[in-house]
């Protein structure tokens, strides 16, 4: 079981995101009184340690756990461009320097204890790169283990600025005196003595919330399997909400359809519409050289934009950063919405009716002046201002009776201040995470009562008094973390890590060699089975019985790239030297690795856990050792080959906890053992590469010289289930419609593409669409419920 310990914990964004993953907090380290109750009331079980400076020595005596993985943010007053920016000469700058004597003291005891050293995560504000005396760079000299700050890169001559350092005049010297100070990239990795560390500039726009929230990440380990760039930095034209470039570019090239149709502005995207102006006809839309289109009212062309937030002025299109200022002034905190009409701007009206002296004719809004309010006349009757009725008479105590309901005046925006929930959301936690019982009773407006009353209908007045105020909770959830960013960091760690139980033993295990076992194959087989080596796996959707055909359309080329690797039928019998394979099953990919390295050490254990698994809770006891990944690498590789022989039907599936959940086949130990499988792979003359990441990531490398091959999880027949799971998660048409994108992209890098499918009709048309050549495949299913049940099926192998 992976175990995590959180420094300046606030109210625990860490543990909300990687609540999914499985992972157990062994501690807390939270000073302040209310995130202090939040973790009390959300995590009764979790001690809080308190003052984070005294951990060390604490996890040094041993009277505190090291944990696998350290998280935390230390305060970020000392560095924001907010404050004073003392930086570590501000007590609370020189946590950050607390956390790297934190680290140290947790690796130190974990090695200590025969396991691996940690990962650590730390976060702060953009304001760190740029502090007058380098604190990101002692910080990461810190935490890589060098004794001389880092600097970004080389200092220019006194007085001159470059990328990497900018020139500070000393405003009563002048510019002859002053200093240099860093200017750090957004993103980088050191691979120093003691650790190896990347970081990098994330903005949690990207990641689902509507508020700009820029912060550092900086991961940093001393494990060998653990790659802290491949973490958080990623390749460039990554598939994700990524941020826009925002710089000039040449101009896009014509669509598809060019030349083919004329198209009009409203429809293509190539042909854009002119600006619009406010016309003030009753046609609708109009200006010179543009259709017309009858639309009654079109004359004013406006959009919401949003003002405020953080002292920022002019239109945002998306929330401010939370702070925990608790300002005062509403504009200096919240974000508003007005409408504003957009066109283009005229000059100032004048008395001559808008007209500039030089031909043309700026429009003018009638306004009428003071209007005097009047009363109704006895009978009910309304007196019309100025006889045409476009003026409304003032409003009555009566409502309008019997005018039948005269219009009323509705103000068109109102400022007010983002509620506690409003803020829980654009930080990513569910409603009402610090909304939490307290002993004080507080005051509570009638209003606020009724909101209250809005989600907890039943919830008794006296008791609502007693939840906590707003004021601790926008300051706490200022201060947090954003949880989808977190999320993700989590969950490449999670796909990284591999705990091990000790450091001696990810050295190659020599063992003796296996005697052959006596194999119980069927002796009938077709020859199309039998001229292609086999895998060692068995695996959802295996292609072995269909390489002729694959093979026969398998172009030539460089290098074979697989997303889906699988079982690894395709790139054993394909024939390629070079060979990047991906797969988002971290246990695959290790499993292969380790065949690599250590092959004779993963087919012993494998082969002796496989003879002992004779009963149902022998079984299980090989399954909870796998799942609680204690291990090391060798040996949770030789777990995953054993589960997968003698798991029911050789099926690999996990719950929603990442666990793996299938039951034990009874003829498990009985079967023939693939020795002769598994050495012909470990004995392979190719350079492959096995990494642990999604389809995008992977086909994002290929280009010039590459083939591609995909073997995704099949799009179901209409009326009927498939195999969508994707390591656990749900591959749906939309992944589909990605998957056909990005090897369209990596064709026009140079990449040739072979992928099998159903013959869903979705899959036929989607691929038609975009250019695939598309051609008949009949695969027997091998992975079912029942033998009878295994029936051949029409797949699809396309090629573009």
Request: charged content about 25%.
């Amino acid at each position: 079981m992976i175990t995590y310990g959180s420094i300046c914990s606030g109210i625990e964004a860490a543990s909300v995101a990687w609540d999914g993953l499985g992972w157990t907090a062994a501690w807390f380290a939270e000073i302040e009184k209310f995130p202090a109750a939040v973790l009390a009331h959300r995590y009764p079980d979790v001690p809080n340690l308190g003052d984070m400076t005294k951990i060390a020595a604490g996890v040094r005596a041993g009277s505190i756990p090291a944990p696998a993985v350290m998280v935390g943010g230390t305060p970020c007053q000392a560095f924001s461009i907010a404050g004073l920016r003392k930086s570590l000469d501000d007590p609370r700058g020189q946590l950050s320097l607390s956390y790297v004597d934190l680290a140290n003291a947790i690796d130190e005891k974990r090695i200590e204890n025969g396991e691996q050293p940690a990962v650590h995560l730390w976060e702060n504000v953009p304001g760190s790169l740029s502090t007058p005396d380098n604190a990101f760079g002692f910080f990461l000299a810190g935490i890589a283990g060098e004794n001389e700050a880092f600097e970004p890169g080389p200092r220019p001559e006194r007085g001159k600025s470059n990328e990497f350092w900018r020139w500070k005049k000393d405003p009563e010297k002048g510019s002859s005196a002053g200093e240099h100070l860093a200017k750090w990239p957004k993103s980088g990795c050191i691979y120093g003595p003691q650790r190896q560390l990347a970081w990098r500039l994330l903005d949690a726009q990207f990641f689902g919330v509507a508020q700009r929230r820029r912060r550092i990440f900086v991961v940093a380990s001393a494990r060998n399997d653990v790659d802290p760039a491949e973490i958080l930095l990623e390749f460039d034209g990554l598939r994700r909400d990524s941020p826009p470039c925002r710089k000039p570019g040449k101009a896009a090239p014509d669509t598809f359809a060019a030349g083919v149709k004329v198209s009009s502005h409203w429809d293509d995207a190539g042909n854009p519409h002119p600006t619009l102006y406010q016309s003030f006809n009753t046609g609708g839309i109009g200006t010179s050289n543009q259709e017309v289109f009858s639309q009654r009212g079109a004359g004013l062309v406006a959009e919401p934009v949003a003002f405020g937030g953080g002292n920022c002025s002019g239109a945002l299109d998306v929330a401010a950063c939370l702070t925990a200022k608790g300002q005062r002034n509403d504009f200096d905190v919240e974000t508003f919405a007005v409408q504003s009409a957009t066109g283009e701007l005229c000059h100032t009206l004048n008395a001559e009716s808008g007209e500039t002296g030089k031909g043309d004719a700026a429009p003018c809004i009638a306004r009428c002046g003071e209007h005097a309010a009047f009363p109704e006349n006895t009978r009910g009757e309304v007196r019309l201002v100025n006889g045409d009725g476009q003026i409304t008479g003032a409003l009555s105590a009566g409502g309008g009776k019997p005018g039948q309901g005269y219009p009323s005046i509705v103000t068109r925006c109102e400022v007010r201040r983002l509620t506690p929930k409003e803020c829980e959301r654009l930080q990513g936690f569910p409603d009402g995470w610090t909304l939490i019982p307290e002993k004080k009773r507080n005051a509570l407006a009638a209003d606020e009562l009724a909101y209250l009353r809005l989600t907890h209908p039943d919830m008794p007045e006296e008791e609502a008094h007693r939840l906590a105020a707003d004021g601790p909770r926008y300051k706490a959830i200022g201060n947090s973390m954003a949880v989808p960013v977190m999320r993700w960091i989590g969950d490449r760690i999670a796909n990284q890590i591999m705990l091990v139980a000790s450091v001696a033993e990810t050295r190659p295990v020599d063992l003796p060699a296996l005697p052959a076992a006596k194999k119980k194959r069927a002796p009938a087989r077709k020859v199309a089975e039998d001229k292609y080596p086999r895998s060692f796996l068995k695996w959802a959707g295996g292609k072995h019985s269909v390489l002729d055909e694959i093979l026969a359309v398998m172009p030539a080329g460089k290098r074979l790239i697989e997303p889906f690797v699988g079982s690894g039928t395709v790139f054993i019998n394909a024939g390629f030297k070079r060979n990047l394979l991906g797969d988002i099953n971290p246990d695959l990919i290790n499993l292969f690795n380790q065949l690599q390295g250590n092959p004779d050490a993963v087919i012993n254990t494998a082969h002796q856990l496989e003879k002992g698994c004779l009963t149902n809770e022998a079984y299980v006891a090989i399954r909870d050792e796998f799942n609680g990944r204690q291990a090391h690498a060798v040996r949770h590789a030789a777990l995953f080959l054993a589960l997968m022989r003698t798991c029911f039907n050789g099926l690999c599936r996990y719950n929603l906890k990442g666990l793996f959940n299938v039951g034990w086949n009874k003829k498990a130990g009985t079967n023939y053992f693939p020795l002769d499988e598994l050495q012909h792979f470990a004995g392979l003359q190719k350079e492959m590469t096995f990494v642990c990441a999604g389809f995008e990531d992977v086909i994002g490398q290929a280009g010039e010289g590459d083939v591609v091959f995909c073997d995704p999880p099949y799009e179901p027949m209409p009326d009927e289930s498939g195999f969508t799971a994707y390591s656990g998660n749900a591959f749906t048409f939309e992944h589909q419609t990605r998957l056909v994108e990005g090897l369209v992209a990596a064709r026009k890098r140079g990449a040739k593409v072979v992928i099998t499918n159903s013959s869903a009709p979705s899959v036929v048309d989607l691929y038609t669409r975009n250019g695939f050549r598309i051609m008949p495949l009949a695969a027997r299913r091998s992975v079912s419920c029942k033998g009878d049940t295994r029936k051949t099926a029409d797949d699809i192998i396309a090629v573009l």
